[in-house]
């Protein structure tokens, strides 16, 4: 597992380590055809207007008409060319790293899940049946009338000793009733 991991990670940083330059001069390349285009359309945009100028130079008036409504209508002017912007350099690594960590994590959190579960597991097992055979033990204990531990010394009880109870004569006690005294201030 450790393994595929490293793995994983080398080849992310080798991939990581390539050259941008070749992007760069492909942008340089489309930028210039571009341009290229731009220049071509132009040239012709100037034949034409040439040709329409000496059509209304010469003509007569629907010719005339005719090439300035050509004019008027027809060139849409030079069109700003469409350049590609190049991108910033991104992290090829930090692309990588973004895909394969998720499913990484969430394979060792599944993985690391799965035997704190057997442990649990086999420690719940190995609780109950410990606590199972100390029931017997005790069970097995309670029906044998005599249960003989060379360690355990038996001592025998001292004698009762018997007392003869005295009988006492309860004494009744009169109280003296006190008139109470009024103070008046």
Do not use: H
């Amino acid at each position: 597992m450790v393994r595929m991991i490293c793995a994983a990670a080398m080849a992310v940083v080798l991939v990581g380590c390539s050259s941008t330059g070749a992007y760069y001069d492909s942008v340089d390349a489309s930028n210039q055809r571009a341009v290229d285009a731009v220049k071509a359309q132009a040239e012709a945009d100037a034949v034409r207007y040439q040709a329409l100028m000496r059509i209304a130079e010469s003509g007569d008036a629907t010719a005339k008409v005719a090439a300035a409504m050509a004019l008027a209508l027809g060139g849409q002017g030079l069109r700003a060319p469409q350049m590609a912007v190049p991108r910033a350099p991104q992290n090829e690594a930090l692309q990588w790293a973004s895909i394969l960590v998720p499913g990484v994590t969430q394979g060792l959190s599944i993985y690391y899940g799965a035997r704190q579960n057997m442990n649990a597991s086999d420690n719940a097992t190995a609780l109950g049946m410990a606590t199972n055979e100390t029931f017997a033990r005790f069970a097995s204990e309670i029906g044998d009338p005599v249960v003989v531990r060379p360690e355990v010394v038996v001592t025998p009880a001292p004698d009762p000793v018997i007392v003869t109870p005295a009988v006492v004569q309860p004494e009744i006690v009169n109280p003296v009733v006190v008139q109470p005294e009024i103070v008046i201030p």
